[in-house]
């Protein structure tokens, strides 16, 4: 299972573009914004676990 976090990296209309913290090198990931929370902002930290995505402060 995986359990890793995330940086907003950009928005664009529906999808945001997050990139792990751990494996910076790696590419970006292309997420659907009805899976995140809604107020999420550029430059936010996410969590993920199990198949969710949380804000953390």
């Known amino acids: 299972m995986l359990v890793c976090d995330y ?3 950009s928005i664009d209309g529906d999808y945001a573009h997050l990139r792990r913290t751990d494996l910076p090198e790696e590419e970006l990931k292309l ?17 993920y676990e199990m198949m969710q995505y949380s804000i953390i402060d």
């Open 7 to 9: 940086i907003v990296e």
């Open 31 to 47: 997420v659907a914004r009805a899976l995140l929370p809604f107020d999420i902002t550029e430059g936010c930290r996410l969590h």
